[in-house]
């Protein structure tokens, strides 16, 4: 069965430091999204991305974060310079139509020192 | 804007029991989609169970069966002859059918524990 794949599945980086999250979507999808979880707390809607361009954004998602899809197969998630605040795990998903269900990937747990 | 509440942060039950979690939901839309993720100790988010607004009969998957009262907004997840592995936190989640961006908006979760 096809599924959404991540990596790294963890990332410890420094403060300050530039971080890439990637994320492979199941092939035939059209819409892309990332989400967040801090640790304990809810998923949260950070991006989605639709025809090579953000569809919606949320208040997280501020000018040190971008998303990209540099080929026909990644979709990546670029934080330019982490905070503390960023550790969290990030989640990235996929849909193929609307209507259909998105289907998330395991994960990348980052850690921000 | 839309938002999920799940009133019960933690619930236990013995193993082979019914167990419902609950979920409420807020919105001024009439056309949306409701879901429960399950999401085990390994934190990967899994698709447990999904409800079209439009339609008036419960879904269910196995022994997973919903409870939609769309009038009271209600959304509730019942799991029959529950099994160790339905230990996990349940998310509740909901998305208006907007072309384009389907986001997923989530409640704070019910961690569920089921007793041997």
């Known amino acids: 069965e096809p599924e959404v794949t991540q990596t790294p599945s963890h990332q410890v980086t420094q403060m300050g430091q530039e971080v890439i999250l990637r994320c492979v979507p199941i092939s035939n999808h059209l819409y892309f999204y990332w989400y967040r979880q801090i640790l304990g707390q809810k998923v949260e809607f950070l991006v989605s991305f639709y025809n090579n361009e953000i569809s919606e954004k949320s208040e997280i998602f501020d000018d040190q974060f971008s998303v990209e899809r540099p080929d026909g197969s990644n979709f990546t998630l670029k934080i330019r310079s982490t905070k503390l605040e960023d550790s969290a795990m990030y989640f990235c998903?996929?849909?193929?139509?609307?209507?259909?269900?998105?289907?998330f990937g395991p994960g990348t747990r980052l850690l921000v020192l | 804007a839309q938002t999920v509440t799940q009133s019960q942060p933690e619930m236990s039950v013995q193993e082979a029991e019914t167990v419902t979690l609950s979920c409420t939901y807020d919105t001024s839309e009439s056309n949306y989609y409701l879901f429960w993720y399950k999401q085990p100790p390994s934190r990967q988010m899994i698709l447990v169970i999904r409800?079209?607004?439009?339609?008036?009969q419960n879904a269910t998957e196995n022994r997973f069966s919903v409870n939609f009262q769309k009038a009271a907004k209600s959304f509730s997840l019942k799991i029959s002859d529950s099994q160790l592995g339905d230990t996990a936190m349940y998310f509740c989640a909901f998305h208006l059918i907007n072309f384009g961006n389907e986001k997923l908006t989530f409640g704070t979760g019910t961690r569920l524990t089921i007793i041997p």
């Open positions: 409800q079209e607004a439009y339609k008036q």
């Open positions: 998903a996929s849909l193929f139509a609307q209507g259909e269900t998105q289907y």
